[in-house]
C-alpha cells in the first residue's frame, strides 16, 4: 500500500510558486555558451565550510534550495566541518537518502593554521578563510564553493557546466561584486584591499583546483597577503579581499561567471548593478549582510519589494518538506514477510500503526543547543519528546528542571521555524546551555513515540537519564539529587519517580513533598491515572511513599509503566510501539526480563498536568482497529521477549 505524504503548505507558498514559476518560463534569458540542458559537464562537485550550530541549518535550507532545483544530477558534496557539525550533518545526509549524493567530510581543525595568521575583523570569523585553502584540503581537480547564506534558484548543473568556457590559464570563476566596496566611496576614512575594477564577490566560486595546485597557489595568496597587510592592518571581507587582492596581480586567473549566478542583497545593494537586468531570471541569491535572511532594514526601506520576494523565497525553500526529495515516499510492505513476527498476520489496516516504524524519519540532532556544552558526567539528564503542539509544556519544563536536558522535536519544517523563534524569544530558554532539542522532521499521522524516545537519549553523554513525558513537570529539586548514592544501594536497579495527577488546571503543582501532601489531604492530587488505569502506577506503593525517607523496592507485575531513571548503558525503547498504548509497558517489561531491580525514591517526583488529549490516544479509545492491532503487537513483543531472554 502506498501512503502519501500529507503536509501543510502555507497559502503565500502556493502564491510564491505561482509567481517563481510565471517569473521564470517564457521570458528572455540572459545567453550563456552552456545551455542549461547540458549533460556533459561530469558529476559536480560541491563544497562547503560549515561550522557552528546555526551554519548546519542554513546548509539544510541551502541543500532543499539545490536538490529542489537541480532533480536527479550526480554530486558529490564536501564538508570541510567542525567536529559539532560532522554529527549534525551525518544525521541528516544518513537519514535523507538523497540519490545520486555521495559526501564526505573534512576536519577544519587540520587547516586553520594556515590561515590563522591573518587579521581578520570579519562577522565568519576564521571559517570564511578557510575557503582559500581548499586546492591544499580537496585532491579533485575542480569544484564549486558555495557559501551558506545563499539559496540556489536555478539548474545547478548550468553553473557547473562554466568551467568548459574556461581558457587555458582561468582557474577561478567569480561573480563581480555588486556594490561600490572595492571603489572607496561607500563612506569616509576606510581603506579596501586592491581589486580589478569593482572586485568579485567570494559567495559563489568555480575553483580548477588542479590549475591553481600547478600555479602554486598556498604560496602566491599567502605571500600577496603578508605583503598587503604590511600596508593595511586587517581582512575586512575574509577571503574576499585576499582573492581580490591576488586577482588584481593576476587577472588572467579569472572567469566572470554570469552576474545572476550570485544576486547579492547584502546592506549595500543596489539593484542596478544586476538585479535589474535578472529579476526574471534569479539562478542564486546571496544575503551577504549580517543579518542574512532577516533582511538588511535598510533594503526594506529603499526597495521594499525585493525584500519581500526574497523572504518569499527563503520562508518557501524553509518550509519545504524534506521527504518529497526521496525517489521513492514509501514502499509497499509483504506483511507476510514482516520482521514483526513469523506466527501473527496482522490485517491490513494495521499497516501505519505496525510499520510506522520501518519508515526512517529524517532527523535534524542538536537542532537547538550544541553538542560541546558537555555536562558533568556524573549528572542526571532528562530526557522528553514531543510535538510541536505541546511546545509551552516544554518550556515549563525548561523552567523547573535546571540540569541537562536532552528532548526530541516532532514538526514540520515551518513548526520547527516557528519553535526556534519561541526559544530564542525567551530570556529564561536563551540563557540555557544544557538543553538540547533534536528534530525530526514530521512524517504521516501516526506520532512515533519511542522513536522520538530514543532520539531523545541518543546523544546524552551523562551517566543517568531521566525518561518523561512532556505533559509531566518534575519536581524542583529532582536534578539535585545524588544518583550515585542510590544507586550504590541498589545496584542493577532502575529509581522510580513517583507520579501524579492534579485534579483542575487551578490547582498550583506542587514545588515540595510538604505541599503534595497537603494537596493529596484536600483530593486536590492523586496518584497518575489511579482512577481509570491502576495498574499503571499502583505497584509504585503510594501510600508507603507517603511517609517514606528512604528508598524501598517494589515489585514488577503485567502493566506497570512507571517512570525511571536508568543507569547507562541505557536500554532503548521497542520503535514498533507508536502513537498511544503499550509503547512504555513494553520498555518496563524489558528490564523486567533484564532482572532490573525497580526502587522508588521517596522526596522526588513528576506531576501531571490537565491538556486536551491527543489525536492518538482518541484515536486509540475510538477505532477499535488501531487498539486491537495495538494490543496484537503486544502479545507479539511479549512472544518475543520471552523467547530472547528464555522465561
Not at 544530477?73 to 541528516?92: A, G
Not at 576536519?107 to 575557503?131: C, E, Q
Not at 592592518?233 to 587582492?245: E, K, M, R, Y
Not at 514488577?556 to 536508568?566: C, D, Q, T
Request: with cysteine; aromatic share 16%.
Amino acid at each position: 500500500m502506498l501512503i502519501k505524504v500529507r503536509g501543510w503548505v502555507p497559502p503565500i507558498v502556493g502564491a510564491l510558486l505561482l509567481i517563481f514559476i510565471f517569473c521564470n518560463s517564457n521570458l528572455p534569458k540572459e545567453q550563456e555558451s552552456i545551455t542549461p540542458n547540458s549533460n556533459d559537464c561530469g558529476r559536480i562537485e560541491i563544497a562547503f565550510v560549515c561550522a557552528g550550530n546555526k551554519s548546519t541549518y542554513d546548509l539544510f535550507i541551502l541543500l532543499k534550495s539545490i536538490m529542489f532545483n537541480s532533480k536527479d544530477l550526480e554530486m558529490n558534496l564536501h564538508f570541510i566541518v567542525d567536529q559539532h557539525s560532522r554529527l549534525v550533518i551525518t544525521d541528516i545526509l544518513s537519514s535523507w537518502h538523497l540519490q545520486h549524493i555521495e559526501y564526505s567530510f573534512y576536519s577544519l581543525d587540520r587547516f586553520t593554521h594556515l590561515v590563522d595568521w591573518i587579521p581578520n575583523n570579519h562577522y565568519s570569523g576564521i571559517y570564511s578563510l578557510l575557503k582559500l585553502t581548499l586546492p591544499n584540503i580537496l585532491k579533485i581537480k575542480k569544484v564549486l564553493v558555495i557559501d551558506l547564506d545563499v539559496l540556489v534558484l536555478g539548474n545547478i548543473n548550468e553553473l557547473w557546466c562554466h568551467f568548459q568556457n574556461f581558457s587555458q590559464k582561468q582557474a577561478l570563476g567569480f561573480v563581480e561584486n555588486q556594490s561600490d566596496w572595492y571603489l572607496g566611496t561607500l563612506r569616509l576614512n576606510y581603506k579596501p584591499w586592491k581589486a580589478l575594477n569593482r572586485g568579485i564577490n567570494s559567495g559563489v566560486i568555480l575553483m580548477h583546483l588542479a590549475k591553481l595546485r600547478k600555479f602554486n597557489w598556498q604560496f602566491v595568496w599567502t605571500h600577496l597577503t603578508k605583503y598587503e597587510l604590511s600596508k593595511i592592518p586587517l581582512v575586512s571581507l575574509a577571503d574576499q579581499d585576499i582573492f581580490n587582492t591576488v586577482l588584481y596581480k593576476h587577472p588572467w586567473l579569472l572567469y566572470a561567471i554570469p552576474c545572476a549566478w550570485n544576486i547579492q542583497f547584502g546592506s549595500n545593494f543596489d539593484p542596478r548593478y544586476c538585479f535589474a537586468q535578472n529579476k526574471h531570471n534569479l539562478k542564486l541569491i546571496h544575503l551577504n549582510s549580517y543579518v542574512k535572511f532577516k533582511f538588511p532594514p535598510i533594503i526594506h526601506e529603499r526597495y521594499p519589494e525585493v525584500g519581500y520576494i526574497i523572504e518569499l523565497l527563503h520562508n518557501f525553500y524553509l518550509s519545504l518538506d524534506p521527504y518529497l526529495f526521496r525517489s521513492t515516499i514509501y514502499n509497499s510492505i509483504d506483511f507476510q514477510k514482516s520482521s514483526i513476527s513469523t506466527t501473527v498476520r496482522f490485517p491490513l489496516n494495521c499497516s501505519v500503526i505496525v510499520n510506522n516504524f520501518k519508515y526512517q524519519k529524517i532527523l535534524f540532532s542538536y537542532f537547538i543547543g550544541d553538542s560541546r556544552n558537555i555536562p558533568l558526567f556524573h549528572s542526571l539528564t532528562l530526557c522528553v519528546h514531543f510535538s510541536f503542539n505541546r511546545w509551552q509544556a516544554f518550556f515549563k519544563i525548561v523552567k523547573i528542571f535546571l540540569g541537562p536536558i536532552h528532548a526530541s522535536l516532532w514538526a514540520t519544517p515551518s513548526e520547527a521555524e516557528t519553535f526556534s523563534s519561541f526559544w530564542n524569544l525567551m530570556d529564561f530558554t536563551r540563557r540555557r546551555n544544557n538543553v538540547v532539542v533534536h528534530l525530526m522532521f514530521k512524517w504521516g499521522q501516526v506520532y512515533p513515540t519511542n522513536q522520538m524516545r530514543n532520539l531523545a537519549m541518543t546523544y546524552v553523554s551523562t551517566l543517568y537519564m531521566y525518561m518523561s513525558d512532556v505533559d509531566f513537570v518534575p519536581s524542583s529539586n529532582l536534578h539535585q539529587i545524588n544518583v550515585s548514592s542510590y544507586l550504590r544501594m541498589s545496584k542493577n536497579s532502575a529509581l522510580i519517580v513517583p507520579a501524579f495527577e492534579i485534579s483542575s488546571i487551578r490547582v498550583r503543582p506542587p514545588s515540595s513533598k510538604k505541599y503534595l501532601l497537603e494537596l493529596l489531604d484536600k483530593n486536590n492530587i492523586r496518584p497518575f491515572l489511579s482512577n481509570v488505569w491502576p495498574s499503571g502506577h499502583n505497584k509504585t506503593n503510594f501510600s508507603r511513599w507517603y511517609t517514606a525517607n528512604t528508598i524501598y523496592q517494589v515489585e514488577w507485575s503485567s502493566n506497570f509503566e512507571p517512570y525511571v531513571i536508568l543507569k547507562r548503558p541505557f536500554v532503548k525503547y521497542d520503535e514498533r510501539f507508536s502513537g498511544f498504548g503499550w509503547n512504555k509497558v513494553s520498555h518496563i517489561m524489558e528490564l523486567h526480563m533484564l532482572k532490573i531491580n525497580f526502587w522508588v525514591l521517596p522526596d522526588v517526583f513528576s506531576i501531571h498536568l490537565p491538556h486536551v488529549s491527543s489525536d492518538d490516544i482518541t484515536f486509540y479509545r475510538k477505532n477499535k482497529v488501531y487498539y486491537s492491532c495495538s494490543a496484537m503487537l503486544k502479545e507479539v513483543f511479549t512472544a518475543q521477549l520471552c523467547d530472547k531472554y528464555g522465561n
